[in-house]
């Protein structure tokens, strides 16, 4: 009977035991299974943000045109479909990220998609799909890369014309605005101004065509500066460059030449090194007077010829590496206006026009802006902000 009973417990041991590493092998094989299917599943939506992470930078290349960048991401994502997934739904939008710069008026793409991938092994516990999803947002640009710019702003007296609100105030404005754009840890700003201050500390009066003639004028009333911003990202008003763009007063006479070829100057002697030089020139119409010092004789050309040097001088700073952007505000093309020699003698030989000379001294021609009318600036300076941040894209989401 002990034999008899010995071997029927072996037995129930053995049964025990096959049954346990029966359930084991279960274990073992469903936990392989589910390994296998994350894994696939893990798989299918690295593959599904990488799609979107193209999608949206693709998109990003064509902002700030907002229905181009979401045609472009959608297009992509057409053209590169993905393998394995099922249901796939997605979304794109643009909008305007103000942690970067040039928002004008949309900056951001995000594409968000959503799909399931089936579970070969896991159905058998139930688990027969398995939800995925990916988000990527680009921008462009992203960043500001590091510049020194001089702002050439006229302040002639045909500036204090054009009604309510006055030409000098839109310009004042407009520069204002681009400041909002800029960020002062890597973007520098001077002034240089026409005609020239008398004096450092007269640089607020208002300006007087004889000023040009004194060889002891200052033409870069600001030097390059990065204090134009207040903590928290507004404009710091008790700066020397905001401080002195509200006070000037429109006065005097015309020139470009010199005026630009002092900004070039100021940049090569006090730019920072392996930083973009930038020029951004406003004007309002014909240049009508030259400098009456020893440097500009009578017969010198540009008395003889202060529209065509302006332009020169422009195309000079841009063959030494400047950027040139120049705005021709509200300046004079019904009447076939042709510049003329210093302060107001024969037309210029050949004849030029004052749209010819200001669009002539930007370096390309996406880089003059014209503005027939006496409205704001702003629209124009937020361009020049995007076009001179020029960062590529890059995902930030």
């Known amino acids: ?210 000023w040009y003639d004194s060889t002891s004028s200052v033409w870069t009333v600001v030097p390059l500066s990065s204090d134009y911003k207040a903590y928290g990202g507004g404009l710091n008003t008790s700066s020397n460059l905001v401080s002195t763009l509200n006070c000037q007063q429109p006065g005097g006479t015309t020139h470009y030449a010199v005026a630009i070829d002092k900004a070039q100057q100021y940049l090569v002697a006090n730019g920072r090194a392996n930083v973009q030089n930038v020029i951004i020139f406003l004007t309002d119409g014909a240049a009508n007077t030259a400098p009456h010092t020893a440097a500009y004789p009578a017969g010198h050309i540009y008395r003889t010829r202060p529209c065509y040097t302006g332009k020169v001088s422009g195309q000079n700073a841009t063959a030494a590496g400047t950027w040139v952007y120049t705005i021709g505000y509200d300046v004079s093309t019904a009447n076939g206006e042709i510049c003329q020699q210093d302060r107001q003698g024969a037309n210029e030989s050949p004849a030029i026009t004052p749209t010819d000379a200001i669009k002539g001294a930007a370096s390309t021609p996406s880089n003059y802006y014209f503005k027939p009318d006496t409205g704001q600036l702003n629209t124009i300076f937020t361009a020049i902000a995007a076009d001179i941040s020029t960062g590529k894209s890059k995902l930030i989401d």
């Open 1 to 210: 009977m002990d034999r008899v009973r010995r071997l029927r417990d072996q037995g129930s041991q053995r049964g025990q035991a096959i049954v346990m590493v029966a359930v084991a092998l279960v274990v073992l094989m469903g936990c392989a299974a589910l390994t296998i299917d994350l894994g696939y599943a893990w798989y299918a939506k690295r593959e599904l943000q990488a799609t979107a992470d193209a999608a949206a930078l693709a998109g990003a290349q064509e902002l700030p045109n907002s229905a181009n960048a979401i045609s472009r991401a959608n297009q992509y994502v057409a053209l590169n479909p993905t393998t394995g997934i099922s249901n796939l739904t997605k979304t794109v939008t643009t909008s305007c990220n103000t942690s970067v710069p040039g928002c004008n008026p949309v900056n951001s793409v995000k594409v968000e998609m959503k799909g399931t991938t089936k579970m070969n092994f896991a159905g058998l516990f139930g688990m027969s799909t398995a939800k995925i999803g990916a988000r990527a947002t680009a921008c462009q640009p992203c960043d500001t890369i590091p510049l020194d710019i001089m702002i050439v702003l006229d302040r002639t007296g045909s500036m204090a014309n054009g009604g309510n609100p006055n030409k000098m105030t839109n310009a004042k404005n407009g520069v204002k605005t681009f400041l909002q754009f800029l960020d002062p840890t890597k973007v520098w700003v001077g002034l240089t101004v026409l005609p020239p201050s008398n004096t450092t500390a007269n640089r607020c009066a208002t300006a007087q065509t004889a």
